[in-house]
Nanobody, 126 residues
Framework: MRLVESGGGLVQPGGSLRLSCEAS????????MSWFRQAPGKAREAVIC????????????YFKDSVKGRFSISRDNAKNTVYLQMNSLKPEDTAVYYC????????????????WGQGTHVTVSS
């Protein structure tokens, strides 16, 4: 089971980035996919999640009010990939972003996730 993130980098405040996370080694469509982030000196936190195809709810869950209206999540099961579109970025969005997989439904709990990516750095600065 493996997850590989890409798409991070340096962006100015107000800018956009799209992160990608490609999965391999497991049945992607039955796993809910989450994005977590960890800012310097802070604990890792759940940001957003999208349910699996076998969930009773096929939508997305936001775990950070501060990203509502700015971040969105999507998945392409044919490509085994989940995306995080980040718009109107702020300096406080600076963090290492991790994708993670948990079976079926979004919970927001890190302990429920079976596999994690290595993380991709996002820096929002002028």
């Amino acid at each position: 089971m493996r997850l590989v993130e890409s798409g991070g980098g340096l962006v100015q405040p107000g800018g956009s980035l799209r992160l990608s996370c490609e999965a391999s080694g497991f049945t992607f469509h039955v796993y809910a996919m989450s994005w977590f982030r960890q800012a310097p000196g802070k604990a890792r936190e759940a940001v957003i999640c999208i349910n699996s195809d076998i969930s009773s709810d096929l939508g997305a869950s936001y775990f950070k009010d501060s990203v509502k209206g700015r971040f969105s999540i999507s998945r392409d099961n044919a490509k085994n990939t989940v995306y995080l579109q980040m718009n109107s970025l702020k300096p406080e969005d600076t963090a290492v972003y991790y994708c993670a997989a948990e079976y079926r439904d979004c919970t927001g709990y890190a302990r429920e996730h079976e596999v994690w990516g290595q993380g991709t750095h996002v820096t929002v600065s002028s």
